[in-house]
């Protein structure tokens, strides 16, 4: 059964392979409309996810003004509509300054703060002037908690703290009862991110094709471009082979993400990074910052030890550089 709340789609729990099918079991238009948004948004179809949510993003109705504003966040940054994109950023932290300043239920303060995370987190903006998240965990419905839950180890994953992050992963995969597709792949995406930062090559590539499995059904691509850079070659190593083609789609998606999310993230930032390096380089240029060896990277990517020597001489001839420290005012912002 279906519950009509925030990101219905993400609450709601299926099997691989009919995301669309629960996208459009919602008996209440608006709900299935948005639902529906949210599967085009995942299966890379930015446009049509846009034009649905846009009549929503001012509606009266709070999860539906939430959710329309979450995607329409989201899909403008692919699109390049870096203002569109703060716009609906700007709606949702009025949202949630009025819903804090003058409480309407406790349903409606979570629905708030976590519309704050989700358009907080994977920009890497602050959270600091943000509620806790983690107090509000118990007000979400089960399929938010777990989606949640994956902004809440993302944001640990990028303050360094790895292990509590994939003491949050583990705990909140172990509380599914039933399989919330896009929650949890995010969560094995968070995971697969955690291990390959400790180097732990096995459990992250053990991670990423369980992500993969969930999400390969559905074309769900859509994780997979937002977290291209923090996966540091993980699909390039595991995905490229096994299905060229959805490797293409992530790859041609995630050049014009990355110009959006800059343009959000970082205005003033005259960085040619996301014209001037194609996936594979990116992936490497981001390993070989954080000191991977050149032998380390070969065998993570799955190529030639020459092959990474070749990509790097590329790499710093593109970016004008001529030392990897070099590297990580483009790739570590």
Not at 171 to 197: D, N, Q, R, W
Not at 212 to 229: C, S, V, Y
């Amino acid at each position: 059964m279906t519950e009509n709340t925030v990101l219905p789609l993400i609450n709601t729990a299926f099997e691989p392979g009919n995301a669309r099918k629960a996208a459009e079991s919602f008996a209440d238009r608006d709900f299935r409309e948005i639902a529906i948004a949210e599967f085009y948004y995942f299966t890379g179809q930015a446009q049509k996810c846009s034009d649905l949510v846009d009549i929503y993003i001012m509606s009266s109705r709070l999860e539906l003004k939430l959710s329309a504003c979450m995607l329409y966040v989201y899909s403008n940054l692919t699109l390049g509509n870096a203002k569109a994109s703060e716009r609906g950023l700007e709606i949702i932290r009025e949202c949630l300054r009025k819903e804090m300043a003058a409480p309407t239920s406790e349903r409606n303060t979570a629905y708030c703060v976590f519309a704050g995370y989700v358009g907080t987190v994977l920009l890497h903006l602050s959270t600091e002037e943000l509620p806790d998240m983690k107090k509000y965990m118990s007000s979400l419905p089960q399929g938010l908690r777990i989606f949640a839950a994956s902004m809440i180890s993302h944001a640990l994953y990028l303050n360094g703290e790895y292990s509590r992050a994939l003491g949050i992963c583990d705990a909140a995969l172990f509380s599914c009862k039933e399989i919330y597709p896009v929650g949890m792949i995010y969560l094995y995406c968070v995971t697969a991110m955690c291990e390959i930062s400790l180097k732990n090559q096995a459990e992250a590539e053990k991670a990423i094709l369980t992500a993969w499995k969930l999400a390969e059904k559905d074309e769900l691509i859509e994780p997979f471009i937002e977290l291209h850079g923090l996966l540091q070659g993980l699909l390039e190593s595991c995905i490229r082979k096994e299905n060229p083609e959805m490797y293409r789609k992530i790859s041609d998606a995630v050049i014009t993400f990355s110009r959006g999310w800059m343009a959000v993230h970082n205005p003033a930032s005259d960085n040619p990074v996301t014209d001037a390096l194609t996936t594979m380089e990116f992936s490497i240029a981001m390993l070989a910052c954080r000191d991977w060896s050149n032998r380390e990277i070969a065998e993570h990517m799955g190529v030639s030890l020459n092959t990474v020597k070749h990509y790097l001489t590329d790499i710093f001839n593109k970016l004008h550089v001529k030392k990897r420290d070099e590297l990580k005012n483009f790739v570590l912002k």
